[in-house]
């Protein structure tokens, strides 16, 4: 049995749509899940795939939840910086002591235990430390920027004309959730993958300015790049989000990351393991941003 944590979240669905187109009825699916009521779970039980209760913050749910199972995509979840290693800790350990005999987990690139991004260095890091020495088989995907974080703003962007970011000349990798999802799939039910960190990008690495270029070619109009200091980065982004400032404070460590190019990263990883191309950001914006004058 196949395991995908996390059903409700975008790219765990995404991973479990591709899945099942991979695997058919070869072998079955399961997912955990800490809300199996969701219209999400619902929908997926409703399709045939076993929906678990499982949260990595109840470890005693997680041992029944990973039964069975022989190989798992763990899914990082949204919490706090400093509680999500321990949850993704819990989840390993759970994973152990229920015979689970491989885990694929989703990282972020350049990890590692010097990083200015603070979800690198506090959450993936450790638990990559944590599932190489668990003596489980293990694969490491190392996500770059979702490329669907240049939306969160889009309503801004058009209006203003203006495409506002930290980084200036410094480009940052970019990939769509839907292809990590392709290729956390094609991990999962392929063997060969055993030991292999990948590092997920689009082919090239982008600018402000080439965002601003792709944006304007898919809006059918001049959006111009502006840069903005990393450390005005949480109040515009929080007011993006209508969310407090204190709970988008460490996207400001991304930002500066960004700027000191620990985000500049271009690899082949998701060619070899998709056999296909990632999706080029003119091809991602074209279906997402709406052509036409300024609203
Ligand atoms: N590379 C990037 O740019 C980027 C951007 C944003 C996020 N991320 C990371 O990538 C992950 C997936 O992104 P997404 O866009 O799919 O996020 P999302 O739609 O917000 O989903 C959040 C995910 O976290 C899971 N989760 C939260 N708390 C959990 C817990 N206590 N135990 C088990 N699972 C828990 C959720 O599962 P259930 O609700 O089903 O339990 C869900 O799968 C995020 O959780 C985050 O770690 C990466």
Redesign the pocket.
């Known amino acids: 049995m196949l395991m995908v944590?996390?059903?409700?979240?975008?790219?765990?669905q995404a991973t479990i749509r591709e899945l099942r187109q991979l695997v058919g009825a070869d072998e079955p699916i399961a997912v955990?899940?800490?809300?199996p009521r969701?219209p999400a779970?619902v929908r997926l039980a409703a399709e045939g795939i076993d929906v678990r209760e499982?949260?990595?913050?109840d470890p005693d749910s997680l041992v029944d939840a990973f039964a069975g199972v022989r190989k798992a995509v763990i899914?990082?979840?949204?919490?706090a910086n400093d509680q999500?290693f321990r949850?993704h800790a819990n989840?390993v350990d759970a994973a152990q002591r229920s015979g689970v005999r491989h885990l694929v987990y989703?990282s972020?690139i350049n990890a590692g235990p010097e990083a200015i991004t603070e979800?690198s260095r506090l959450v993936h890091f450790p638990t990559e430390q944590k599932l190489k020495s668990s003596g489980l088989d293990w694969t490491i995907l190392r996500?770059?920027?979702?490329a669907?974080?240049l939306l969160d703003d889009l309503d801004r962007t058009l209006a203003s004309g203006v495409f506002t970011r930290p980084g200036g000349r410094v480009p940052a990798a970019y990939i769509a959730?839907e292809d990590l999802g392709r290729s956390a799939a094609r991990v999962l039910a392929e063997d060969g993958h055993e030991g292999r960190t990948y590092s997920e990008t689009m082919t090239s690495a982008l600018t402000g300015e080439e965002i601003a270029a792709a944006l304007s070619e898919a809006a059918g109009r001049p959006i111009r790049y502006e840069p903005m200091p990393s450390a005005a980065w949480p109040t515009y982004f929080a007011s993006v989000l209508g969310l407090p400032v204190a709970m988008v404070g460490s996207a400001e460590h991304t930002m500066r990351a960004l700027e000191a190019g620990e985000l500049d990263l271009v690899t082949a990883d998701y060619a070899s393991v998709t056999g296909r191309q990632p999706t080029t950001i003119e091809e991602f914006l074209r279906t997402r941003v709406p052509r036409g004058p300024m609203r």
Not at 32 to 35: E, F, K, N, S
Not at 143 to 146: A, C, F, G
């Open positions: 944590t996390g059903a409700n979240g975008r790219f765990a955990t899940t800490r809300d969701s779970a499982g949260d990595f913050d899914v990082s979840t949204m919490a999500r949850l989840a989703t972020f979800h996500h770059s920027l979702y669907e974080t959730r």
